[in-house]
């Protein structure tokens, strides 16, 4: 139990009508999760508005309401707290609640478009292999040292974040890595965390189904960095153009990363193989198993990281070349007559162009390069006629097909996509849209030696049709195809 009054400390009131000197149970933003003597924080979101629930909150038992504006009819014996801010007030009201887990732990945020999950997945698996207690909030999954549990947003909210973080904190946990993403900063869920450091990585067309414009986007991911504390490190990626950008306003120590240009993380890419990388980073070699000029940029974040939370740069090395891929992240196999198969999370048009392009590094020219690849339903529709255009442009055959299409009709999604295609490339392109079919086709066409990308998806297990989510894995499918095929 706690006292409502010491759960408000550092939140933005404006005005109280009631005790907070009362005792609560828990808080919660979703209605139907209240109970008796919960606390009910009335969130404006995009689909639906808190504020139009809280009679049905106070009903199930709600003592306290948290709003941006008092509700026309005031119940007797309720508190009543009208904040300037109703998600920024969660944020601190959550981790007032759970004892601001982050003040104790070494929390650092990776953010940008592309490199996300890679970044702060890796950076667990490197100081759970140099001994350390650590935690991992991502896309993929949530980490408590050694217990997973399911993710299902990128950034989650407040109160999850906060729950997970203490958990980490009883648990002895040293360290956490954890993805930033734009909706996350914009609905205030990071605001009330204690950063030691924050990583850019890049930016590029995403999001803009959320953000009305790439201006914001940008000020958005910029303003992460803008709260960092001066005991914080800033570490941006300067070979993106918007990565001084990121650094402009910030109070932390301001470092930079880069494979063009002037840094201090500096990487040079000597090798580039279907096996790996040979990377000379500040001067020193190093072998990693992971391939393509996006890993570059990847792990040059994860060693600079790593230094500036105290480790040896030659034990940093010799970690780095012991580390394995993400799931979903530029996994493949290769079959009984030689074919590879790639899956690849690449969903924005910039990961696909690096993904497609690394590929064409490695690769005799000898082989196809068969593309797979659709585009989320209900998510920003500029980028499918581009990433159309990239499929096509870099691959011998581009498959469009669905991808998780949510509530729209798929068959519409790909033909946005196929207005990308230009002319010389309309012999290339086939469209299936059923996405195991899309998978099939692609087996069935490929040859020895050839190689197939399947983009979109990733790590993900499963395919939304109409808000059901559908087993599907891109991996296992393309593996039991191959199979069945003999290739």
């Given at each position: 139990?706690?006292?409502?009054?010491?759960?408000?400390?550092?939140?933005?009131?404006?005005?109280v009508k009631g005790s907070t000197d009362i005792t609560i149970n828990k808080m919660d933003f979703d209605s139907?999760?209240?109970?008796?003597?919960?606390?009910?924080?009335?969130?404006?979101?995009?689909?639906?508005?808190?504020?139009?629930?809280?009679?049905?909150?106070?009903?199930?038992?709600?003592?306290?309401?948290?709003?941006?504006?008092?509700?026309?009819?005031?119940?007797?014996?309720?508190?009543?707290?009208?904040?300037?801010?109703?998600?920024?007030?969660?944020?601190?009201?959550?981790?007032?609640?759970?004892?601001?887990?982050?003040?104790?732990?070494?929390?650092?945020?990776?953010?940008?478009?592309?490199?996300?999950?890679?970044?702060?997945?890796?950076?667990?698996?490197?100081?759970?292999?140099?001994?350390?207690?650590?935690?991992?909030?991502?896309?993929?999954?949530?980490?408590?040292?050694?217990?997973?549990?399911?993710?299902?947003?990128?950034?989650?909210?407040?109160?999850?974040?906060?729950?997970?973080?203490?958990?980490?904190?009883?648990?002895?946990?040293?360290?956490?890595?954890?993805?930033?993403?734009?909706?996350?900063?914009?609905?205030?869920?990071?605001?009330?965390?204690?950063?030691?450091?924050?990583?850019?990585?890049?930016?590029?067309?995403?999001?803009?189904?959320?953000?009305?414009?790439?201006?914001?986007?940008?000020?958005?991911?910029?303003?992460?960095?803008?709260?960092?504390?001066?005991?914080?490190?800033?570490?941006?990626?300067?070979?993106?153009?918007?990565?001084?950008?990121?650094?402009?306003?910030?109070?932390?120590?301001?470092?930079?990363?880069?494979?063009?240009?002037?840094?201090?993380?500096?990487?040079?890419?000597?090798?580039?193989?279907?096996?790996?990388?040979?990377?000379?980073?500040?001067?020193?070699?190093?072998?990693?198993?992971?391939?393509?000029?996006?890993?570059?940029?990847?792990?040059?974040?994860?060693?600079?990281?790593?230094?500036?939370?105290?480790?040896?740069?030659?034990?940093?090395?010799?970690?780095?070349?012991?580390?394995?891929?993400?799931?979903?992240?530029?996994?493949?196999?290769?079959?009984?007559?030689?074919?590879?198969?790639?899956?690849?999370?690449?969903?924005?048009?910039?990961?696909?162009?690096?993904?497609?392009?690394?590929?064409?590094?490695?690769?005799?020219?000898?082989?196809?390069?068969?593309?797979?690849?659709?585009?989320?339903?209900?998510?920003?529709?500029?980028?499918?006629?581009?990433?159309?255009?990239?499929?096509?442009?870099?691959?011998?055959?581009?498959?469009?097909?669905?991808?998780?299409?949510?509530?729209?009709?798929?068959?519409?999604?790909?033909?946005?996509?196929?207005?990308?295609?230009?002319?010389?490339?309309?012999?290339?392109?086939?469209?299936?849209?059923?996405?195991?079919?899309?998978?099939?086709?692609?087996?069935?066409?490929?040859?020895?030696?050839?190689?197939?990308?399947?983009?979109?998806?990733?790590?993900?297990?499963?395919?939304?049709?109409?808000?059901?989510?559908?087993?599907?894995?891109?991996?296992?499918?393309?593996?039991?195809?191959?199979?069945?095929?003999?290739?």
């Amino acid at each position: 139990m706690s006292i409502l009054k010491d759960i408000l400390y550092k939140v933005a009131i404006e005005a109280v009508k009631g005790s907070t000197d009362i005792t609560i149970n828990k808080m919660d933003f979703d209605s139907r999760k209240i109970g008796s003597n919960d606390i009910f924080v009335a969130i404006r979101g995009s689909i639906s508005d808190g504020h139009d629930f809280i009679e049905k909150a106070i009903e199930q038992g709600a003592v306290a309401v948290i709003c941006d504006t008092f509700p026309e009819n005031i119940a007797k014996g309720i508190t009543y707290v009208q904040v300037k801010d109703t998600n920024s007030a969660l944020a601190f009201m959550a981790a007032n609640y759970f004892g601001d887990p982050s003040q104790n732990l070494k929390l650092v945020g990776i953010t940008g478009t592309n490199g996300k999950t890679t970044i702060a997945s890796l950076l667990y698996q490197l100081f759970k292999k140099a001994g350390f207690k650590v935690g991992l909030l991502s896309t993929v999954k949530i980490l408590v040292d050694d217990v997973e549990y399911k993710a299902t947003h990128t950034t989650p909210d407040s109160i999850t974040i906060n729950h997970y973080l203490k958990e980490m904190v009883e648990n002895g946990v040293e360290y956490c890595f954890m993805e930033v993403s734009s909706h996350g900063i914009h609905q205030k869920r990071t605001e009330a965390l204690h950063f030691v450091g924050g990583i850019f990585t890049n930016l590029s067309h995403d999001h803009l189904d959320y953000h009305p414009t790439f201006a914001e986007y940008r000020d958005v991911k910029k303003s992460f960095f803008d709260n960092l504390p001066k005991t914080a490190f800033a570490l941006s990626n300067i070979d993106d153009k918007n990565g001084q950008v990121m650094l402009q306003n910030t109070a932390a120590k301001k470092l930079t990363y880069a494979l063009k240009s002037y840094a201090d993380y500096k990487a040079q890419i000597l090798e580039n193989q279907l096996s790996g990388l040979l990377l000379k980073i500040n001067g020193n070699e190093v072998w990693v198993k992971l391939i393509g000029t996006f890993n570059a940029y990847n792990l040059l974040a994860i060693y600079g990281t790593a230094i500036e939370l105290g480790m040896e740069s030659l034990e940093v090395l010799r970690l780095l070349s012991d580390l394995e891929s993400v799931s979903g992240r530029f996994q493949f196999i290769v079959s009984a007559s030689n074919i590879t198969a790639i899956v690849d999370y690449a969903h924005t048009p910039d990961a696909l162009e690096n993904v497609l392009k690394t590929i064409n590094d490695i690769r005799t020219k000898n082989e196809q390069l068969i593309t797979v690849v659709g585009c989320g339903g209900n998510r920003d529709k500029a980028k499918r006629p581009i990433m159309a255009g990239i499929a096509s442009d870099l691959s011998d055959k581009a498959i469009f097909t669905s991808d998780n299409p949510r509530n729209e009709d798929p068959e519409a999604i790909i033909a946005e996509m196929e207005l990308g295609v230009a002319p010389q490339n309309y012999k290339k392109m086939l469209t299936i849209t059923d996405r195991k079919q899309a998978i099939k086709t692609a087996c069935q066409l490929a040859q020895p030696n050839d190689i197939i990308l399947i983009a979109g998806k990733g790590h993900e297990t499963y395919q939304e049709i109409n808000g059901i989510r559908h087993d599907f894995d891109d991996m296992k499918i393309v593996k039991e195809i191959l199979d069945q095929l003999g290739k």
